[in-house]
């Protein structure tokens, strides 16, 4: 039998994993040297924007929306179609999540339904980008514009995506990305925060270390609440090592994106009732190569039978406001009827940059025969 296939799986050379020895020999394995370098080479990736890095790509956005002043009485927008993260970052602050339904094409937020549901108490909206694909970029600051909303791009997956030649990131409004183990970059775990100039950045860096501010050698002061996010010099060495690569990486993910296609076959859709991604290969930066199961097919079963057959699929991700936390608050089945039978079908593929042509070819050929089961 074939060798079990995850359906991601990091990919970092020797250099990389040199480097992080060298950090934990240096003796200096917190936020230090590392951590800054990561920060500079991360601004100069996103055309000179000021960024600061974290433990996570959740904090990330909880710090966006505290800098924003978005707090109890305001409403955020979002997808129910997210890891929960997404929404959780919004009760943290004490504002209150309003979901609006999700296109069935792109499986992101659908903004005409998100317009639709503004009201006088809407503050901001955190669009998701759904395996690393951005939703209409021009349309959602147009949005954002005209309502006085501040925008949080939870760009978790998008780190190598664009919209219309330029980097998601470079440009907007606050953009928050992850590095955690399943990334196109990874640090192991953490993230960063994108931000619009030097005063958003220095209270993102009190926001990430108990709101202190240093002056001298032993002067020190604070003035509002924090926490403790701060990333390390092991992480960031990862990161250092994984950004120069991240063009090439994402360059073969679209590769791999293009053989699925190809794979499959024209006839897929038709022949199976499953809906396959939107083709696009020149803004996503194919973090996932997902599928909805045509309706009737049961997702854990099919999942068996792939595990069954040595490959690993993920679910990316069940409807938010069907969790038990969300259902507290009022949300029920039937609110967003695209969201949750996208949520209730979809499945992540295999698609890691270290996947062989053949490997993409077993995984269509598989998948084809479970459900012709």
Known sequence: MNDF???????????TIASVAEV??????TGGPKVQEFERKLSEYFGGRPVRTFNSGTCTMEIALRIAGIGPGDEVITTPVSW???????????????????DPVTRNLDLDKAEAAITPKTRAIIPVFLSGLPVDMDRLHDIARRHHLRVVEDAAQA???AWEGRRIGSFGDFASFSFQANKNLTTAEGGCLVLNDES?????EKYRLQGVTRSGFDGMEVDMLGGKFNMTDISAALGLGQLPQLETLTARRRKLAQHYFTALGADFEKQTGAQLPVRDFQNS???????VLPEGVVRAAFMEKMKARNIGCGVHYPPIHLFELYRARGFREGMFPVAESVGRRIVTLPLFPAMTGADVERVCAEAQGVLRE
Do not use: C
């Open 5 to 15: 296939l995850p359906f991601t799986k990091p990919s970092i050379d020797e250099a």
């Open 24 to 29: 934990l020999r240096s003796g200096w394995i």
């Open 84 to 102: 929960v993260a997404t929404a959780n970052v919004i009760l943290e602050v004490g504002a209150t999540p309003v979901f609006a339904d999700i």
């Open 159 to 161: 780190l190598g995506s």
């Open 200 to 204: 958003e950045a220095r209270l993102a």
């Open 285 to 291: 930066n194919w973090h996932m190569f997902q599928i």
